[in-house]
C-alpha cells in the first residue's frame, strides 16, 4: 500500500489567496482526519470524517477553512482568504472507523503564507 | 489546564540508555492512550497503543498506562542513534476526541 497521500507537500502563497491542500486515505480506511501542526500549538485536530462524513468539525479554526469528501478516496483542506497565521504544516491520516486509536498519517503539507 | 501535558524536552541519552518518556492527562474518559514517533519532516508513525490500563511491550519499547494517576510512560531500552524523533502521546475518550501531547525531543548520541 502506498500510504496516505498528500498534494502539495510545500506550498508558498500570499495573504488572501486561496490555498487548497489534497489527501488521499489508505485503501479500505473509512476514517480520515485533518491536523495542523505548529511550533506553538503542537497538533491540533481540525476536522474528521467517517464514510464521508464530517463527525467534528470542533477543530476548524473560523470559516476561512472548508473541508470535504467528495469519496472515499480523496479528501480536500481549503482555507479562503489565507492569512500568515495559517502558516504550518497539515497532516491528512486515515484509520479504520473502529479502530480511530490507529491512525496512519501522510507525509504533511508544509503552508507558508507571506 | 490543557487535556494532556507533555515535556517538551529536549532530552539527550548516550547509546544505550534507557529512556522514559512521559505524559500526564487530566480526563478520566481517556480509554486508549498512543505513542508516535515523528522524525524530522516527516508525519507521525504510530509506534504503539493501549486500551485502559496495563504494560503493553513491543521489542525494545514498553508502553504503560496509569490510570490512577492519569499517568502513561513510554520506556525505549537500548536506545538508538535512530530512535532520534520527538515522541508524542495521544489519548482518545469514550466520545472519540483526540488529544495529543506537544511531544518529547529525543537525541540518542552515539
Known amino acids: 500500500d502506498a500510504g496516505v497521500i498528500q498534494s502539495p507537500r510545500h506550498e508558498v502563497t500570499e495573504m488572501g489567496q486561496e490555498v487548497t491542500l489534497r489527501c488521499k486515505p489508505i485503501s479500505g480506511h473509512n476514517s480520515l482526519f485533518w491536523y495542523r501542526q505548529t511550533m506553538m500549538r503542537g497538533l491540533e485536530l481540525l476536522i474528521y470524517f467517517n464514510n464521508n462524513v464530517p463527525i467534528d468539525d470542533s477543530g476548524m479554526p473560523e470559516d476561512r477553512f472548508s473541508a470535504k469528501m467528495p469519496n472515499a478516496s480523496f479528501s480536500t483542506l481549503k482555507i479562503q482568504p489565507s492569512e500568515p497565521r495559517d502558516s504550518a504544516v497539515y497532516f491528512c491520516a486515515s484509520s479504520y472507523w473502529d479502530r480511530t486509536y490507529e491512525q496512519y498519517f501522510g507525509p504533511g503539507t508544509r503552508l507558508t503564507v507571506t | 489546564q490543557k487535556e494532556v501535558e507533555q515535556d517538551p524536552g529536549p532530552l539527550s541519552v548516550p547509546e544505550g540508555a534507557i529512556v522514559s518518556l512521559n505524559c500526564t492527562y487530566s480526563n478520566s474518559a481517556f480509554q486508549y492512550f498512543m505513542w508516535y514517533r515523528q522524525y524530522s519532516r516527516k508525519g507521525p508513525e504510530l509506534l504503539m497503543y493501549?486500551?485502559?490500563?496495563g504494560n503493553k511491550e513491543d521489542g525494545r519499547f514498553t508502553a504503560q498506562v496509569d490510570k490512577s494517576s492519569k499517568y502513561i510512560s513510554l520506556f525505549i531500552r537500548d536506545s538508538q542513534p535512530s530512535d532520534s524523533a520527538t515522541y508524542l502521546c495521544?489519548?482518545?475518550?469514550?466520545?472519540?476526541?483526540?488529544?495529543f501531547g506537544t511531544g518529547t525531543s529525543l537525541t540518542v548520541i552515539p
Open positions: 495521544a489519548m482518545v475518550n469514550t466520545g472519540n476526541q483526540f488529544y
Open positions: 493501549t486500551y485502559s490500563s
